[in-house]
């Protein structure tokens, strides 16, 4: 049985318990972030502890754990070989339900756990996922990593009963991003572009470093909302984040995008991703 981390204490996970006042529980006050642990090491984190202080300001959430110490137990403890560690932190519970923000005698709740999983031997790495586009309709503030994740659980549940792995989002006639990671193009001049960070897309940890290796390649970079249109005469697409890395995305709607297999930039850039994870 995988041990969790509980407001500073190790415990089984069948253990862990928080109130049903929870504010994350009743009104979506949560915040979390989520690591990726290539052989046996948690990667990333300063870009991840820098997203997660500006997650928590926004929620207006207050904490100082030392996660770092947090991940490093709990992976040891699970014997996490590869995978994910994830985190969340809550606006506390309150001895009842109530709007307001509560004071200083509430503490927030904060739990993390592991998920074994393989990151860098995955099927869609080769094979490349397929998706659908949707119209995204999530509230405004999507720069903040919070646990309002409703409408992105309905958009995959639609994308696979269509038969597709996940669904890209379109707002104003523009693609935003996937709908738990940043979406990109290699568009039809060999541009990569990709959708800049502002309150309408997750500041993605992965697509700082996708940027920094594109542009070490030699690529020309746009950081510019893209059409659909551009989507589907693209030469690649992938998609960037903390729990996929680099995937290619090779079918959108049930169209081939470029030659209908993943890209070669994509897969470079998949590679070299991988190849910093391990180094870091």
Do not use: C
């Amino acid at each position: 049985m995988r041990t969790v981390w509980l407001n500073g204490d190790f415990v089984p996970e069948d253990e862990a318990k928080v109130s049903i006042f929870d504010r994350a529980l009743n009104f979506g006050q949560g915040i979390y972030e989520v690591s990726p642990v290539i052989d046996g090491k948690f990667r990333n984190w300063p870009h991840h502890a820098a997203r997660l202080e500006r997650s928590m300001a926004t929620a207006r959430i207050s904490d100082n754990t030392d996660w770092p110490a947090v991940f490093t137990e709990l992976i040891a403890r699970n014997d996490l070989t590869e995978g994910r560690v994830y985190l969340q932190v809550t606006g506390g519970a309150p001895v009842d339900r109530s709007f307001p923000l509560p004071g200083a005698e509430v503490s927030p709740n904060r739990f993390a756990f592991t998920q074994e999983d393989s990151l860098i031997d995955t099927p869609w790495g080769k094979d490349g996922l397929r998706i659908v586009l949707r119209p995204d309709l999530r509230w405004q503030v999507r720069s903040a990593k919070t646990t309002q994740l409703l409408y992105a659980v309905m958009m995959k549940a639609e994308a696979r009963e269509a038969g597709a792995d996940d669904a890209w989002l379109v707002e104003h006639g523009v693609i935003t991003e996937a709908t738990s990671s940043n979406a990109h193009i290699i568009d039809a001049r060999g541009v990569l572009v990709s959708h800049p960070v502002d309150h309408g897309v997750l500041p993605g940890v992965t697509r700082i470093s996708v940027i920094a290796m594109a542009k070490e390649m030699g690529l020309q970079i746009e950081e510019r909302p893209f059409t659909p249109e551009e989507l589907f005469s693209a030469r690649e697409a992938f998609i960037s984040g903390a729990g996929t890395l680099v995937l290619p995305v090779i079918e959108v709607d049930g169209k081939p995008i470029g030659n209908g297999g993943p890209g070669t930039i994509t897969s470079e850039l998949r590679q070299r991703y991988i190849a910093l994870l391990k180094a870091s």
